[in-house]
């Protein structure tokens, strides 16, 4: 399974489109791509997950790892369009509460 | 050495001159078998092809040059598979060196795990732990203190292999380092939190559940570490229903508030501990949903807890093709009487 990454500009900040699964494959293609945009200074740094049925523990780790980065350069890492099963793995983890979760742009693919 | 080049030489003339004579299939099949010999021997293809024209113009006088010429030009080839075969023999024994370095890390860290029986009467216990290569990411502990009080813990490192498998030895140390909060889960998970924030790289993280039982009130407290939340089994109306859960994968932030629940067992209750390896299982790209572990779970519940999980590990093995993609670890905690 392939991992898709674009990422846009749109007004103040920069959103990161997934499609394809996030998993111990895909990992390092997404960690190249996230982890230098979430250590740019003071911005909104959205990842889409509309295209994304499944995230496994490796794949969250890369989240993490964003969290971490921009909780440093004192930007704001935010999560969008997760589906249910996504979005479950996000609340289990506890990490919905210190990362913002949209869910309103999907209910389930 | 030089007497098996010899007795080679002889061998290989004779089968040369019952080929070339007979035609026959039987040489050739003879022949595979001596490459199986000379392959056991490390006998390079360009050795091979060298002996072939030492043989050939032994047996046939005046070959014609053209002829030795041209099996000069293939020894010359051959070389080049010749320095493959080397290297791919070197691989392989490198790989064998690996396999057993690997070997002794497993046994090294199936001592981590505990293995003192538990025989109460008030209690009914089982855990199984299988890892989906040699080792393990999973988890697990289970400790009776002088009191009676049991405590059970599933841990779960993000991936799998040797890096998962370091970063559970890490789990174990810190959790020995911590004898004095045992059996209070919330405080527990807040140590351990503490440890692994400080020991971990950036992409990784741990997930866990911590839950101590109280034979004489009963109760079951745990509390988890944004790990998959387990079951309750309600012997009365019949029903499982899933843990409560809520906090923070382990490894995040220093500063975490772990939230403490409580149960109350009555007889024939039991509370189910697992990894997500159990629930992200998938078999032909579906996933293994936790109402089929449930289903198992019953289907076996009139069986001792060991056999419990023995069984249901056994079924979803079969489920997914005997090829787990995760560490695979459940438990089961039965209050008897």
Known sequence: ??????????????????????????ASTLKEKLIPLAEETNKTLAVDLSNVNYIDSTGLGIFIGALKCTDKSGSTLKIRGANARVKRLFEITGLSEVIEIDTEQREEA | MEETKLSMYQLYKEMLNDYLQHKS?????????????????????????????????EMVEDLPEEVVDS???????????????????????????????????AQMQESLLPHEEINLKTLDFGVISVP????????????????????????????????????????????????????????????????????IADDMFITMVYGSYDPKKHNFYYASAGHEPGFFYNADTDTF??????????GITPKVHYEEFSLSLEPGDFVVLLSDG???????????????????IRKYKHLPAQDIVNQVFRELEKMQDFHLRDDFTLLILRRNV
Not at chain 1, 11 to 24: A, F, I, P
Not at chain 2, 75 to 92: D, N, P, Q
């Open chain 2, 71 to 105: 099996f000069e030009l293939l020894l010359e080839v051959m070389i080049g598979y010749g320095l493959a075969h080397r290297e791919f023999m070197s691989l392989r024994d490198r790989q064998r060196q690996l396999d057993s370095e690997l070997n002794v890390a």
């Open chain 2, 25 to 57: 299939e039987h040489v050739l099949y003879s022949a595979q078998q001596l490459s199986k010999e000379m392959l056991e021997k490390d006998m390079s293809p360009e050795e091979m092809v060298s002996l072939h024209i030492s043989v050939f113009k």
């Open chain 2, 241 to 250: 229903e899933e843990l409560e859960t809520k906090g923070l994968v382990l």
């Open chain 2, 278 to 296: 159990v629930t992200e299982g998938r078999t032909e790209g579906e996933f293994i949903e936790r109402d089929d572990i449930t289903k198992l």
């Open chain 2, 132 to 199: 989906s290569g040699k080792m393990s990411g999973d988890y697990y502990h289970y400790i009776q203190d002088e009191n009676g009080n049991m405590g059970v813990a599933v841990a779960d490192v993000i991936g799998k292999g040797v890096p998962a498998a370091m970063c559970m030895s890490m789990i174990k140390y810190a959790m020995d380092s911590l004898p004095e909060q045992r059996l209070q889960p919330a405080a527990l998970l807040e140590s351990l939190n503490r440890v692994v924030e400080r020991n």
């Open chain 1, 1 to 26: 399974m392939n991992l898709k990454v674009d990422v846009q500009e749109e007004g103040h900040s920069r959103v990161v489109y997934l499609n394809g699964e996030v998993d111990v494959y895909t």
